[in-house]
């Protein structure tokens, strides 16, 4: 009884700008909090499409209680090429970039001023790939031309020297020879194909050798 007296007094006194006009917003939880896709193992790629439906509810100050605003909120990510989220709250990883991100809901806070806004945050994590994984190296093998060896997925680049990357388990990987003089071919591979090598289904520690 003494807390609704509070409010008709406050409200009488012209304290509060909203007495008579709605619910007061006092602040937005956004759940989940945290949000973690991938892993270390996980080539970042592969996240793509990984998705988390998120909620935003509203904390009330007058009359006090709480609603579900999700699809009331205004939704942003501050990294979209890592994140994006809908207009529903629907989180996506974009598999293009690691880290974190900071995704807000933001809505206008009713009784607080016409511009006032309240705005509730998470966190959002793609976690990099740290290349834990069976390593393939490339060895060069003496010869009168030089070269430059890259590989798909992503990871070696060798010129004239010798050079290692790891892999995800299982990958299958192809390896491109660019000759700047002539290009005498490839040793230790599974398929050969003009200057590409391919490995298949690499599993454990494994050796070509390319020749220019």
Same mark, same amino acid.
């Given at each position: 009884m003494?807390?609704? *007296?509070?409010?008709? *007094?406050? !409200?009488a006194a012209g304290l509060v700008l909203s007495c008579g006009h709605g619910q007061i917003l006092e602040s937005i939880t956004v759940q989940p909090q945290t949000e973690t896709f991938g892993s270390s193992t996980t080539p970042v790629d592969e996240d793509k499409g990984l998705q988390v439906q998120l909620m935003a509810v509203g904390n009330y100050l007058y009359p006090p209680g709480t609603k579900d605003l999700t699809n009331e909120v205004t939704w942003s990510s501050n990294t979209p090429q890592m994140v994006t989220v809908n207009s529903t709250g629907l989180l996506t990883a974009t598999g293009e970039a690691c880290g974190s991100a900071v995704v807000t809901a933001t809505t206008p806070a009713n009784g607080s001023g016409s511009n006032a806004i309240v705005i509730g945050s998470m966190t959002a994590n793609v976690v990099c790939f740290t290349? %834990?994984?069976?390593?393939? +190296?490339?060895?060069?093998? %003496?010869?009168?031309g030089t070269g +430059?060896? %890259? #590989? #798909?997925p992503a990871g070696? #680049? !060798?010129?004239?020297?010798? !050079? #290692?990357?790891?892999f995800v388990s299982g990958t299958t990987v192809v390896l491109t020879a660019t000759p700047n003089t002539v290009f005498a071919g490839w040793s230790v591979c599974d398929v050969t194909s003009g200057t590409t090598c391919t490995v298949i289904d690499l599993t454990e520690n494994r050796t070509v050798t390319v020749t220019f």
């Open positions: 003494q807390k609704w *007296l509070t409010v008709i *007094l406050v !409200c290349g %834990t994984g069976p390593e393939l +190296t490339v060895q060069f093998a %003496t010869a009168p +430059t060896v %890259t #590989s #798909s070696l #680049s !060798c010129t004239g020297n010798p !050079c #290692s990357a790891a």
